[in-house]
């Protein structure tokens, strides 16, 4: 089929009647289809299953260093917890903390600490002076944003590339800027693009010249070894810092939340041994000792790196083909048509779609109505605030593969319906 741009209004209207004939009659199906986050779905779920039969009643609950972790104690994790986690994240164990079972949690504490107390090196708490701003790229993670936003936190939006965030605008913004005192970062397999950072951009973002000295950034590596069709290597932004100069800029975060069970897993956290030295201050005021009886049970489950590697490699077998029918769906039923665009990620957990500008909101509304959930348009933009309208984050982890494929039809039909609504705007 020709682009619809270039067909003629009858011939449009000819389209749009054929494509709402199609939606009714799949909003008469009754459909609860849900695609709103990125879940794992139930087939992955249970492999991490076996992890609950290793501990019983008659287990021994001491790590490797003979710390028993049912008492208290062990302020910064258990020692093959640090060990196995700091793997993970490519640093040392020395340069690891081991927290509870969110690293969003601890993202939120890090930056709700500095706006009470500062970071190291802070000659005053970030929240004395107005205002605090962040660099948020976009399209990126709500959670972030809302973090920012709860605390009073300016977000300040760049471009996120196929290769990472505009450095020319990074570097300009942070050299001009002292109010501007951190960055999210989702650098391996972007939410929502799934890509990865470039060994230029790694480096660019350790070495520029901040106007903040007590510059953070929040390297929020969620989805490190989270590949569907492509392992892709990342630069070990510790080190690249380190090499730079500047070697307590970078605060790491990681989770076993995608891993093994959102909720019940592992969170992590990495920094410079003096940044590790300064947060554990900062924490002995709020908690004696985290649930390292459930970092025994990850640490006993997984073994080592490669236990982790080996779950990951089943874990990509089974999104492989989600991620095929929603590709393949975009391709077969709207490449060429002018109704939008879409980025084949290599890993995480989304694909993004670009609706032409000033159709996601619709396309989103039409979804809804015949029974599809999608996340809210604007998700992917600090204050839900996404200027063209055109970014929408589809999560094909968590349904069948069955029901996945006709939310997509679906998704498909309503994307072509918007687009010909704005064509033609007496369509509607």
Request: proline share 6%; net charge negative.
């Amino acid at each position: 089929m020709k682009p619809y741009s270039t067909m003629k209004p009858a011939e449009r209207e000819t389209e749009y009647l054929s494509l709402k004939e199609q939606y009714r009659k799949f909003a008469d199906k009754g459909l609860k289809l849900d695609m709103t986050r990125g879940k794992p779905g139930e087939d992955q779920l249970k492999l991490a299953m076996p992890m609950l039969d290793v501990l019983t009643s008659d287990s021994d609950c001491r790590d490797s260093a003979g710390m028993d972790c049912r008492n208290y104690g062990g302020l910064l994790g258990s020692a093959d917890a640090r060990k196995l986690f700091g793997d993970y994240l490519g640093i040392s164990p020395e340069e690891t903390i081991v927290v509870g079972s969110s690293s969003l949690s601890f993202m939120y504490d890090c930056v709700a600490r500095a706006m009470l107390t500062g970071v190291l090196g802070s000659e005053k708490p970030w929240a004395v002076d107005e205002p605090v701003k962040f660099l948020c790229p976009v399209p990126g993670y709500d959670r972030h944003f809302t973090i920012c936003e709860f605390l009073g936190i300016e977000m300040i939006p760049v471009e996120l590339t196929e290769w990472g965030p505009d450095m020319d605008e990074v570097r300009r913004l942070v050299r001009e800027d002292a109010s501007i005192k951190g960055m999210w970062c989702v650098p391996k397999y972007t939410n929502p693009y799934g890509g990865c950072y470039s060994d230029d951009a790694v480096r660019q973002l350790a070495s520029m010249e901040t106007a903040a000295e007590d510059f953070r950034i929040f390297w929020d590596n969620a989805y490190n070894m989270h590949y569907v069709y492509r392992d892709v290597p990342l630069l070990n932004i510790l080190d690249e810092c380190r090499k730079a100069g500047h070697p307590n800029r970078p605060y790491l975060f990681g989770s076993t939340s995608k891993i093994t069970f959102p909720g019940a897993g592992v969170g992590f956290f990495g920094a410079s041994a003096d940044n590790i030295a300064f947060t554990s201050r900062q924490i002995s005021a709020q908690t004696i000792s985290w649930d390292k009886m459930n970092m025994l049970r990850h640490v006993r489950f997984f073994k080592d790196i490669d236990g982790i590697r080996s779950v990951m490699d089943q874990q990509a077998a089974l999104l492989r083909p989600k991620f095929d029918v929603v590709l393949n769906k975009l391709e077969q039923q709207l490449s060429g048509l002018g109704a939008g665009e879409w980025v084949r990620p290599d890993g995480g957990y989304f694909v993004t779609f670009l609706a032409n500008p000033g159709c996601a909101k619709r396309l989103h509304e039409l979804c809804r109505k015949a029974g599809v959930a999608l996340t809210d348009p604007g998700a992917t933009h600090p204050l839900h605030r996404d200027p063209e309208d055109r970014f929408l984050r589809i999560a094909p982890s968590y349904p069948p593969v069955e029901e996945l494929s006709l939310a997509m039809d679906v998704f498909c039909v309503a994307a072509r319906m918007a687009a010909l609504e704005q064509l033609d705007s007496a369509l509607s």
